[in-house]
Structures are given as C-alpha cells and as structure tokens.
C-alpha cells in the first residue's frame, strides 16, 4: 500500500467495488480500495442477489438497467464467475389499481428504452412460473432480463476489473480517521497513513460512522430484512427450465430459484431498524435470529402464493441488514461543504444499483458531471433536516414497510411530517387547507370544506372540482397563494453583479427589475430556471424550486469568487402572493406607496400594511400577480392583512394545484419536469433567455448546440383526448407506430377545460396541428400538437 493515491474508496462491498472498477475504466487508476475485513463481507455477502429492472422511478430504473447489463461485462472481463441466472422476471398484479399501475408502467418503461418487456395474463404468467398460484393474480409484467447473481463472486469480480486495470485494493485494512487537508484527505488507517485528494465513502453498514469521521451527518439508516431458502422442491426439480424472478407485490415477497428449490424474500410491514448510528465495529459475517412473529403474515401469504413450498422444509433463514436513505434511493456525490467527499452510501439494492452508482459517480468525480441526470440519488437532494434521527427513522421505516405498496400520485404519507411549517400553518388548516410537502416544508395543496378526505388514484381525484374553482378565482377575481415554498438566496458583495453576470446565462435585470434566468452546466445543459431579481441596492435574489436549496447551494459555493456571498434566505422569508385580473385591487388598498408603479417583472420594498415586504410583480400562474416576500414573524399578519383588504374582490385561498394546472395552460415549465440537467437550453426553450453576446458557465457548449443541428427533440404542447386521467411525466408519446418523444408534465387546464401535456418529441413531430397519441395510465388516448399557451397565449393578463 502506497501512502498517497488520488482517490481512497473505504469499504469493499458491491459498491465501493463498484466505483474502484468504474474509476480505473475511466482512467483514473491511481485509486485504492479499503476493506477492513474480506470483500463483501457488510451486507454485500448474504444478500439474495436478485436482479429486477422495475423501479416506479424512471431515473433509477434505467441506472438498474445499466447495472443488469455491466454484470456479464464484468465477468467477462474479470474472469472471475458471478453465477449469473437470467431467468427473466415477473411482477404480479394483485388488485385491479396495481394492475392499472404496472400497465401505466410497462408504457413508461417503453418511454425510457427498456424494450424488453411485456404484459401477461394470469394463465401465461403461471405458464412462465409452474410453482405459482395464480389465486388473485390479475395480471403480470414479464422482464427478459431479470434473476439472480452470486453476491460474492460480484464484489470479487468488480475488484478484480478494477485491479486489472490498474487500481488497488487491500482488505484487512481499517480506516480509523479521516482529516481534511489543503490538498485534500488524511486517511489514517491500522496499516498507515494515506494522503489523497479524494475520499469515498462507501462502507455500507458502517457509512455513518465514516460520514462523522469527516463531520458528514448521512441521512441513512439500516433496517433488518429476512429471506428464507427451502430444501428441494420437487415441482422445480422436475422442470427443465429455471423458474423465473418473481415479485408478489400485494404479498410482500420476492422468489427466485435457489439450486433445485427456492428462495423467498419478505418485505417486513412490521419493520425493524438496526444500529442506526452504523454497525458496531466487531460486526462481522454475522446473521440476526429470524423473527418469525414479524413475518407471519407476509410468510402466509408466501407460502399460498407457491403452495408447493409448504411441503417442504426450510433450509436456511437470513435475517440480515442493509442501508435505506428517507426515499429509498441512494446517496451519491459530492458532500456538500466538503470537498473530495464523496458520498456512495444508501444503495438498497446494491447488485440491481452498485452498477449505476459506481457509473455515476466515477463519471462526476473525473468529468465533474455525470452522464445521467443524477438528482434521483444525489446527496444533496437532502438538507441539514434530514439529519435528525427520528426524521430519518420514520422516513426509512415509511419507505421499507410500503417498499411492495403502491404510493399514487395524490397520496399524502405521514412519515417526517409535519416538519417546517409556515407561520400561518394553523389558520390556513382552520381555512380547510390540505397540506403536501416540498423538502421538509408543509405546502399548501387546495382549500377544501371540513371533513373532505381526498382518495389516492391515479386518475383524477375527487379534489379536482375544488382545484377547478381556485383556478376560476385565479383567473377571474384575486387568489392568495403561500410561498413559503420557493427558494430564495441573496447575493451580495463588491463582486455580486460580476458573479451573477457569469453563473447565470441570461442578461442580468435592471434595478428594481426581475428577470428569468436559465443556469448552464459546464456541459451546456440545465442547471436552473431561477429567476434574478435586483433590489437595486446592491442586493440581488435569485428565486426559484424549494427543494432544490441545498442541490443549488453546492453550485453556487462551487462556482464561487472573491467578493461574493451567498445566502440562503430559507429560513427568514417566505411570503403570500395575490394573483388574479383583481389582484391589484387588494395590494393598492394595503401598499403606502404606489403599486401601480410597480411594472410587469419589476420589484421593489413596499409597505404592505403593516409588513415592510419584498415585491415582485409576477406569477408563474399566468395572471397579474404580486409575490410578497416577509419575513417568517410577519407571515401571519400579512395573510390577515391581505384576507381582510382582498374580501371585497373576493379573495379566496388556492393552493399549489391550482397553480401547477395555471402554468401548464401556459406552457411554463418546471424543475424536475420541462427542466431537467439532462435538458438543454434549445430543447427547452430556455436558449429565447441566453444572452449571447457575453460570457457565462455552459457557453461554448450551448453555442455548440445552437450552432449545429440542433436538438434532437423540442418541448411542445399537447391536447390530450383523454378520458377520466390526465398524464402526469414520462408517459410514450406515438406517431402510429412509432414512439416520437414522451409526456415530460400533465394535468388537467381547468380554466381552459382541456387535458393538457407538455412534452418533448421529435423536432418534425413539434408543428401545432400534428396528430399524435399519448398512454395515459396504460391507455392509448389520441393527442395533438397545440401552440405553446392555450391560455391568453399574447401574455396580456400578465402584463396588465
Ligand atoms: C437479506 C438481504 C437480502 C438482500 N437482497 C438483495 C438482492 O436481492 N439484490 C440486491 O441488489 N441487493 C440486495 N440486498 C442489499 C444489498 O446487500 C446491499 O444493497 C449491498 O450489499 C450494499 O453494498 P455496500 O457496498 O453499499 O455495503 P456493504 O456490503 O455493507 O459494504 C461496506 C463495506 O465497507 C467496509 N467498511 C466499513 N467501514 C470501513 C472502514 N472504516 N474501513 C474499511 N472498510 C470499511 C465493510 O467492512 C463492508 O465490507 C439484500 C440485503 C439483505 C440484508
């Protein structure tokens, strides 16, 4: 062992072996790995080793479908066995909405490049997987490349890649202390000491103790999970194929073949947690007694699904542990405050996701960026809130226990909430308000009578008639929105403007003006659609998604320049804005000064009533509108203030659904949907903000883009025949036969009495007129091109 490297990875379970082998692929080979027992042996070693490619979230699924496909690469090139069965797989459909459910999904994953896919009956599910009771079973989803691995031979082989490519690694070796150094890291170990400019933390189990040997505070925790394998089977015994991969969603289970029986997985509901502040150090190879009282049910219903299991006896139980962040998903990328930290912790399905993480990360650590659109599993998708214990223990506890539950899209889950909550939290619940959550902050949804309850479907819900009147207000009288839940940070310093002019790649506004501002990637694709105001004081802000605030933080504090501080004003304002043709009517009768002065995208410090705000004259709902900004102690006074001036107009509450049905019938995008980091500005849209003429982070690459062919596929929007649900993201879009883009938005224009799509197809397929169709949960439905802004579409109830 050398006493320098340019990266250290600690741990050598599926995934620091993972990102060891993907470092040296990409040509960094000065890299050791640290292991401080034998490979695989946290909870890499005792894991059941089932590959599966259905994730409901499209981003993870095609990082597990790059993992399916890397695992014969690697043992190819290893040469070390993995024991790879691609029996295919198969996911059961229980209940009529499940089925609805993996038929919306099977379409999705069309959407996404993942082809290899289709839909069976009960009959040819059962065909497919002989030892199965169909009893219940009302469809399935069949996946050729899906089954099982052996989880030893995977670690070995990743690290033997690796070493052949040039990195190292050393098991028995301990990672003791890490200390930050100008150059980067002191990694003190029980072999020696080992500066590098580069950590990793991977240690599985262990990865909080390493994240507080750095200061880091990981939201992640591990949960106790058991598998059972049964002695022979004799119904597998006799078949001449290998039963295949199958999951019993509505029965908590997972089977694949173990040798000539099998092997049955259970999502316990009764979860249990386990060293949550890591595994003791002494940990080894080391299994939990099963607990079968915790299991009984999930066990029953195991047991009828593969009747024949019954008749024989078990042969091993595993109850061991592995690591879950609050959603599930992994923990990837750099730490931020902490540079050369690298986070590859939380990944619950190492052998399905150590691929794609490995990927990821080599990727971002080399290039500064990976190739995929990381959010889904990026670190700093989580703020400082999500480091409290019990958040993390609910949210975990939450995610493993409906790990096999269908969540719909209009579900509200209880874990970790309520958390933050505005100031006028409580009046606004007396108003009838139903609260989401962004981040760690209740946001307002719609304003509904007492004793309304909402059902969870994935059609449109019994909601959407009180989300269709606050749309009305919106449009015609004046509507009073909470805005706690935008971001916001303030820019100050000699050397503000300069650095502004140079992260953001549109022209900087005026003072006292706003302006929308599109942030680049050094790649030339998305990295924001923030909106700049300048108070004309020497203080800017920059506006833009909630809980996007730590994500856009690091870059902003990556990208700094002497003479420049940014704060996170999260914690000190938020704020009401008053939207609607009437809007102005309300904020006259509270402002001392004269608002109607106060021009479309101008802002400024105006007394409203008793609060002195923050104005801005805009709002992403399409009409006139005032986003009054407070600080947190005025929040409750001026919602009363602006209740009590708005009565005569009318006022009325609405919520976040009446503004995301608002924008769509204005064709605005939004993070996460129409704006991604996988999206450029000519895509979008967003190249109509560039400033060209001057210098910004993205440029060449952006002019790259408008100087060549440009883009393969264009934002536009779409009418959508649809019948009882609208599309909500990721949806196929078809010309005939042929896939032509997907649905990146939808929902229902309630204003405009339209189903409505945003979507990105292929440029000859983005005329206004073009007849296309869309699936809308699994149900083809013809769609048209529309030009953008079904709603006032020259922008007058805006600017008025
Ligand atoms: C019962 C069970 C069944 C499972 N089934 C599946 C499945 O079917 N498919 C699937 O994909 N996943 C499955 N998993 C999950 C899978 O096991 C994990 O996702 C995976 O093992 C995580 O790998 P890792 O490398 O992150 O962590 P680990 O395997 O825990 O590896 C971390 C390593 O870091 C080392 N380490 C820690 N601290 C230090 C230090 N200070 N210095 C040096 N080394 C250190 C540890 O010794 C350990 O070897 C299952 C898990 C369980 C418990």
Same mark, same amino acid.
């Not at 098991?171 to 590098?196: F, P």
């Not at 405050?337 to 912790?345: N, T």
């Not at 399905?352 to 670190?379: F, N, R, S, Y």
């Not at 998604?545 to 420049?564: C, N, P, Q, T």
């Given at each position: 062992?050398?006493?320098?490297?340019?990266?250290?990875?600690?741990?050598?379970?599926?995934?620091?072996?993972?990102?060891?082998?993907?470092?040296?692929?990409?040509?960094?080979?000065?890299?050791?790995?640290?292991?401080?027992?034998?490979?695989?042996?946290?909870?890499?070693?005792?894991?059941?080793?089932?590959?599966?490619?259905?994730?409901?979230?499209?981003?993870?699924?095609?990082?597990?479908?790059?993992?399916?496909?890397?695992?014969?690469?690697?043992?190819?090139?290893?040469?070390?066995?993995?024991?790879?069965?691609?029996?295919?797989?198969?996911?059961?459909?229980?209940?009529?909405?499940?089925?609805?459910?993996?038929?919306?999904?099977?379409?999705?994953?069309?959407?996404?490049?993942?082809?290899?896919?289709?839909?069976?009956?009960?009959?040819?599910?059962?065909?497919?997987?002989?030892?199965?009771?169909?009893?219940?079973?009302?469809?399935?989803?069949?996946?050729?490349?899906?089954?099982? +691995?052996?989880?030893?031979?995977?670690?070995?082989?990743?690290?033997?890649?690796?070493?052949?490519?040039?990195?190292?690694?050393?098991?028995?070796?301990?990672?003791?202390?890490?200390?930050?150094?100008?150059?980067?890291?002191?990694?003190?170990?029980?072999?020696?000491?080992?500066?590098?400019?580069?950590?990793?933390?991977?240690?599985?189990?262990?990865?909080?103790?390493?994240?507080?040997?750095?200061?880091?505070?990981?939201?992640?925790?591990?949960?106790?999970?058991?598998?059972?394998?049964?002695?022979?089977?004799?119904?597998?015994? *006799?078949?001449?194929?290998?039963?295949? /991969?199958?999951?019993?969603?509505?029965?908590?289970?997972?089977?694949?073949?173990?040798?000539?029986?099998?092997?049955?997985?259970?999502?316990?509901?009764?979860?249990?947690?386990?060293?949550?502040?890591?595994?003791?150090?002494?940990?080894?190879?080391?299994?939990?007694?099963?607990?079968?009282?915790?299991?009984?049910?999930?066990?029953?219903?195991?047991?009828?699904?593969?009747?024949?299991?019954?008749?024989?006896?078990?042969?091993?139980?595993?109850?061991?542990?592995?690591?879950?962040?609050?959603?599930?998903?992994?923990?990837?990328?750099?730490?931020?405050?902490?540079?050369?930290?690298?986070?590859?912790?939380?990944?619950?399905?190492?052998?399905?996701?150590?691929?794609?993480?490995?990927?990821?990360?080599?990727?971002?650590?080399?290039?500064?960026?990976?190739?995929?659109?990381?959010?889904?599993?990026?670190?700093?998708?989580?703020?400082?809130?999500?480091?409290?214990?019990?958040?993390?223990?609910?949210?975990?506890?939450?995610?493993?226990?409906?790990?096999?539950?269908?969540?719909?899209?209009?579900?509200?889950?209880?874990?970790?909430?309520?958390?933050?909550?505005?100031?006028?939290?409580?009046?606004?619940?007396?108003?009838?308000?139903?609260?989401?959550?962004?981040?760690?902050?209740?946001?307002?949804?719609?304003?509904?009578?007492?004793?309304?309850?909402?059902?969870?479907?994935?059609?449109?819900?019994?909601?959407?008639?009180?989300?269709?009147?606050?749309?009305?207000?919106?449009?015609?009288?004046?509507?009073?929105?909470?805005?706690?839940?935008?971001?916001?940070?303030?820019?100050?310093?000699?050397?503000?403007?300069?650095?502004?002019?140079?992260?953001?790649?549109?022209?900087?506004?005026?003072?006292?003006?706003?302006?929308?501002?599109?942030?680049?990637?050094?790649?030339?694709?998305?990295?924001?659609?923030?909106?700049?105001?300048?108070?004309?004081?020497?203080?800017?802000? +920059?506006?833009?998604?909630?809980?996007?605030?730590?994500?856009?933080?690091?870059?902003?504090?990556?990208?700094?320049?002497?003479?420049?501080?940014?704060?996170?004003?999260?914690?000190?304002?938020?704020?009401?804005?008053?939207?609607?043709?009437?809007?102005?009517?309300?904020?006259?009768?509270?402002?001392?000064?004269?608002?109607?002065?106060?021009?479309? /995208?101008?802002?400024?410090?105006?007394?409203?009533?008793?609060?002195?705000?923050?104005?801005?004259?805009?709002?992403?709902?399409?009409?006139?509108?005032?986003?009054?900004?407070?600080?947190?102690?005025?929040?409750?006074?001026?919602?009363?203030?602006?209740?009590?001036?708005? *009565?005569?107009?009318?006022?009325?509450?609405?919520?976040?659904?009446?503004?995301?049905?608002?924008?769509?019938?204005?064709?605005?995008?939004?993070?996460?949907?129409?704006?991604?980091?996988?999206?450029?500005?000519?895509?979008?849209?967003?190249?109509?903000?560039?400033?060209?003429?001057?210098?910004?982070?993205?440029?060449?690459?952006?002019?790259?883009?408008?100087?060549?062919?440009?883009?393969?596929?264009?934002?536009?929007?779409?009418?959508?025949?649809?019948?009882?649900?609208?599309?909500?993201?990721?949806?196929?879009?078809?010309?005939?036969?042929?896939?032509?883009?997907?649905?990146?938005?939808?929902?229902?224009?309630?204003?405009?009495?339209?189903?409505?799509?945003?979507?990105?197809?292929?440029?000859?397929?983005?005329?206004?007129?073009?007849?296309?169709?869309?699936?809308?949960?699994?149900?083809?439905?013809?769609?048209?091109?529309?030009?953008?802004?079904?709603?006032?579409?020259?922008?007058?109830?805006?600017?008025?």
């Amino acid at each position: 062992m050398k006493s320098q490297y340019r990266v250290v990875v600690i741990g050598g379970g599926v995934v620091g072996a993972s990102v060891l082998y993907h470092l040296a692929k990409f040509g960094w080979s000065d890299v050791v790995m640290l292991e401080r027992r034998r490979l695989a042996s946290g909870s890499s070693w005792h894991a059941a080793g089932g590959i599966h490619a259905l994730n409901a979230d499209p981003n993870m699924a095609s990082l597990q479908a790059y993992t399916i496909d890397l695992l014969s690469e690697i043992e190819k090139e290893s040469g070390q066995n993995i024991g790879l069965h691609m029996t295919g797989g198969l996911t059961l459909a229980g209940t009529p909405e499940r089925w609805e459910w993996l038929q919306a999904n099977y379409r999705i994953f069309q959407s996404i490049g993942i082809d290899d896919c289709e839909l069976l009956t009960p009959e040819e599910a059962q065909k497919r997987c002989p030892i199965m009771s169909t009893d219940g079973v009302l469809g399935a989803m069949w996946a050729d490349r899906e089954g099982y +691995i052996d989880t030893t031979g995977t670690v070995q082989a990743y690290a033997t890649a690796a070493k052949k490519r040039g990195a190292e690694y050393y098991e028995e070796t301990k990672v003791e202390s890490l200390t930050q150094t100008a150059e980067g890291w002191q990694v003190v170990t029980d072999k020696g000491t080992i500066s590098c400019e580069h950590v990793v933390n991977a240690a599985g189990l262990w990865a909080k103790q390493v994240g507080r040997m750095a200061g880091v505070e990981l939201p992640v925790s591990p949960l106790k999970h058991h598998y059972l394998i049964t002695d022979t089977v004799p119904e597998v015994a *006799a078949a001449d194929f290998e039963m295949p /991969m199958t999951v019993d969603l509505e029965g908590f289970t997972y089977m694949r073949q173990d040798q000539k029986g099998v092997l049955v997985g259970i999502y316990e509901v009764d979860h249990e947690h386990w060293a949550m502040d890591g595994a003791p150090w002494n940990y080894g190879e080391e299994l939990f007694q099963e607990q079968l009282d915790r299991i009984e049910n999930e066990l029953t219903l195991g047991f009828e699904r593969y009747p024949s299991i019954q008749n024989v006896g078990i042969k091993t139980w595993v109850n061991g542990a592995f690591t879950f962040s609050p959603d599930g998903n992994p923990l990837v990328g750099p730490v931020p405050g902490k540079r050369g930290y690298w986070s590859a912790c939380a990944v619950m399905a190492g052998f399905l996701q150590g691929g794609g993480v490995g990927k990821t990360l080599a990727e971002w650590m080399i290039h500064g960026e990976p190739e995929a659109d990381a959010w889904p599993m990026d670190v700093a998708r989580y703020g400082d809130f999500a480091q409290n214990k019990r958040y993390i223990r609910e949210t975990t506890g939450q995610f493993y226990s409906r790990r096999f539950v269908m969540t719909y899209p209009n579900e509200q889950l209880p874990a970790g909430r309520p958390l933050k909550m505005a100031p006028a939290h409580d009046a606004m619940t007396e108003a009838g308000c139903k609260w989401g959550v962004s981040w760690d902050l209740e946001v307002p949804l719609y304003f509904a009578p007492k004793g309304f309850e909402e059902t969870p479907t994935l059609k449109r819900s019994n909601a959407h008639d009180i989300v269709a009147e606050e749309c009305k207000v919106i449009r015609e009288g004046a509507g009073l929105l909470d805005i706690t839940g935008f971001s916001r940070f303030e820019v100050c310093g000699p050397n503000a403007e300069a650095w502004l002019d140079k992260v953001m790649a549109s022209k900087l506004p005026a003072p006292g003006r706003a302006k929308l501002a599109p942030m680049l990637g050094a790649n030339g694709r998305l990295k924001g659609d923030l909106t700049v105001l300048n108070w004309g004081d020497g203080t800017w802000w +920059i506006m833009g998604s909630y809980y996007l605030r730590a994500w856009h933080m690091r870059w902003f504090d990556d990208h700094m320049i002497e003479g420049v501080s940014v704060r996170d004003l999260g914690e000190e304002y938020c704020g009401f804005a008053v939207v609607g043709p009437k809007s102005q009517a309300v904020v006259e009768k509270l402002a001392e000064q004269d608002i109607s002065a106060l021009k479309f /995208m101008g802002c400024g410090e105006f007394d409203i009533g008793l609060v002195r705000a923050r104005v801005a004259r805009m709002s992403v709902t399409g009409e006139k509108g005032y986003e009054i900004n407070c600080r947190y102690g005025d929040h409750i006074t001026l919602r009363r203030m602006l209740l009590e001036a708005g *009565a005569a107009e009318g006022i009325r509450e609405c919520g976040f659904n009446a503004m995301l049905s608002t924008r769509l019938e204005k064709s605005f995008g939004i993070w996460s949907a129409e704006f991604t980091q996988l999206y450029t500005p000519g895509m979008t849209g967003m190249d109509r903000w560039i400033d060209w003429s001057k210098d910004f982070v993205g440029k060449d690459a952006a002019l790259a883009e408008r100087d060549g062919n440009g883009p393969a596929q264009v934002q536009v929007t779409l009418e959508v025949d649809a019948l009882d649900a609208d599309a909500s993201g990721y949806e196929p879009i078809w010309a005939g036969e042929e896939r032509v883009g997907f649905v990146t938005s939808g929902g229902y224009g309630h204003y405009t009495g339209k189903s409505l799509a945003m979507a990105l197809v292929n440029r000859d397929m983005a005329e206004p007129g073009t007849e296309l169709s869309v699936h809308v949960v699994g149900v083809e439905r013809p769609a048209r091109v529309i030009a953008p802004s079904p709603y006032d579409p020259q922008g007058k109830a805006m600017r008025g």
